[in-house]
């Protein structure tokens, strides 16, 4: 029978492991381990699909850099953000992200930055995939016509903002109250914090392409069209998905 004095070692070993683990996921923030081991609240979603399914248009190495380490980063960031703050952590962060001025300042530009890089990413690896690329159908198709003109003129607007964004950012098609427009955002900026809804959005950050395209960024963007998955993005345009 254990007695009192073995049960507090016993319960004081079982801490000290503990506090071991704990120091060592925090040195290890800078490359956190995969969702499952996530400190939370925030977690890295799985990429839907494997780090090569984008390939040719996308290079498997770029995909699993930018996903395990630059989202993962964002993750890591914004729980370390909002670690002492439960009114924030305990919503989703699209809901902090729409509402920002709700955030306390102290943290407001941490959860703009990380909170936009992590809400944007877990959108943007949704709105790919193997074999993706043609064109959308249905309402979602009449609508970009109306809107642009043509699918071939909205694809030209588009890629004219991604191209045209200065540094790093995105591209967006958003729906905008009953409109659709094409809105460039810098840095982690997300369309929710403006009250637009993204359909469809590319990452221009140099870490989605430089390893295959270097400085060839309407390369990128061109290639990009090819892995689109339309079906998503008809789900998000159908109000759907967040
Ligand atoms: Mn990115």
């Known amino acids: 029978m254990m007695t009192r004095r073995q049960a507090l070692k016993t319960t004081l070993m079982t801490s000290l492991a503990c506090a071991t683990a704990a120091e060592f996921r925090f040195a290890n923030a800078q490359t956190p381990a995969p969702s499952t081991a996530a400190s939370g609240p925030f977690t890295l979603p799985s990429l839907p699909y494997a780090f090569d399914a984008l390939e040719p248009h996308i290079d498997a190495r770029t995909m699993q ?9 964002y993750v890591a960031n914004l729980n370390k953000a909002v670690a002492d703050l439960p009114e924030l952590s305990s919503k989703p962060v699209d809901d902090l992200l729409k509402n920002l001025s709700a955030v306390p300042e102290k943290v407001r530009t941490a959860v703009r930055n990380q909170g936009g890089g992590h809400y944007n ?30 699918f071939n003129a909205f694809k030209e607007q588009f890629t004219k903002a991604a191209v045209g964004q200065f540094g790093s950012g995105w591209a967006w098609l958003v729906r905008d109250g009953s409109d659709l427009k094409i809105v460039p955002s810098p840095n982690q900026d997300s369309p929710i914090s403006e009250g637009k809804v993204p359909l469809l959005g ?19 963007v061109a290639a990009w069209f090819n892995v689109i998955n339309w079906g998503y993005v008809t789900e998000r345009f159908q109000g759907a998905s967040k």
């Open 202 to 220: 590319v990452d221009v950050w140099e870490h989605a392409y430089y390893l295959k395209y270097q400085n060839r960024r309407p390369d990128y």
């Open 65 to 73: 850099i930018h996903h395990d380490k630059h989202h993962a980063a």
């Open 121 to 150: 990413h877990s959108i943007f690896w949704q709105m790919m995939k193997k074999n993706g690329g043609g064109e959308p159908s249905g309402e979602l198709a009449k609508t970009i016509d109306k809107a642009f003109g043509s």
